[in-house]
């Protein structure tokens, strides 16, 4: 992975301090020309890899990335999937069977239909995954995607419903259908690590909170420490900056200290904020890609 990633918290108005300045955010890139632009200017940096969410937007995205190979020939997205809204959005408009056929891969839609079809009447499980797997990477065809992340909401869901199967499911069919590295994202790193090692996932790719004032991170903050020491996990960390709470340069000089950390993710909407982290992980951490 790249040292450094960029995130996409900024182009759908969230942030977790302020309401008023996620909503200017949200207004802001309400269409995908202002989105490419604040990723042209992060990739012009030599930030070659996006992070983000399957959002109808970005899948905007995803068509001009393919659509300028010359541009862009460098750039990669580690998608994190699925975006509830989005299928809720989509069954409220076109109904449980137009919803379907919408996000279902037009390369195999009917192998697809045929799999779900039959999971759903057996109670399998393991099919039904895989066909929503395949349905939220359709938007990612024809572009680079080396990591696959599970949602927090979604892996976090999974914990608490103690189905840590499905964790086995995604890890299997990322790897066997997409040649990726399965990844997750969760606010309670301790646990996780705990729950796919039971189902025989070793040093996982884990995007969490990882910062010096324990700012959301669940299961503690001693807890995290123990875990990126012990060379369980290849950490992700994101709101590094706790929500601007911690100054930058203390904030990426303390998390350079730390065993386990290969990336930090962080979102911008400013060539300024953009370079500047750049520049503080390039003194304290070496070359971002």
């Keep these: 992975m790249d040292r450094l990633l960029f995130g996409d918290n900024q182009f759908f108005g969230i ?7 996620a909503r200017a955010q949200a207004m802001r890139f309400q269409h995908a020309d202002a989105i490419m632009d604040v990723l042209d200017v992060a990739y012009d940096e030599g930030i070659r890899t996006f ?22 020939g460098d750039f990669q997205f580690y998608p994190c999937m699925p975006y ?15 919803a379907l056929r919408h996000f279902m891969p037009s390369d195999g ?17 393991d099919g039904i995954a895989r066909v929503l797997i395949d349905m939220e990477m359709k938007m990612f065809q024809g572009t680079k995607t080396p990591v696959v992340f599970v949602q927090n ?14 964790f086995r499911i995604f890890h299997d069919h990322i790897i066997e259908k997409y040649g990726a590295e399965p990844a997750y994202i969760t606010m309670n790193l301790p646990m996780l690590l705990d729950a796919v090692e039971k189902e025989g996932i070793e040093r996982p790719i884990v995007c969490a909170n990882i910062n010096k004032i324990g700012f959301r991170m669940s299961g503690g903050f001693d807890a995290y420490l123990d875990a990126l020491k012990s060379g369980r ?6 709101s590094v900056y706790a929500s601007g709470a911690i100054p930058a340069d203390e904030a990426i000089h303390w998390i350079s200290e730390l065993p386990g950390v290969e990336s930090i993710v962080f979102g911008a909407s400013s060539a300024g904020n953009i370079r500047g982290t750049k520049s503080l992980v390039e003194k304290y951490m070496g070359a971002t890609a």
Aim: proline residues 1%; contains cysteine; aromatic residues 4%.
């Design 15 to 21: 942030n977790h301090m302020s309401e008023e300045k």
């Design 109 to 125: 839609l009917l192998s697809t239909a045929l799999a779900g079809g039959k999971a759903l009447a057996t109670k399998e499980v």
């Design 84 to 98: 509830a809204h989005k299928y809720a959005n989509a069954v409220t408009e076109h109904g449980m069977v137009g």
């Design 51 to 72: 992070m983000c969410t399957t959002h109808d937007r970005i899948a905007e995205v995803a068509d001009r990335i393919r659509a300028n190979p010359a541009r862009y």
């Design 153 to 166: 909401v979604f892996t976090d869901l999974l914990l608490g419903m103690g189905f840590t199967r499905a």
């Design 233 to 238: 996990v290849r950490a992700v960390a994101m």
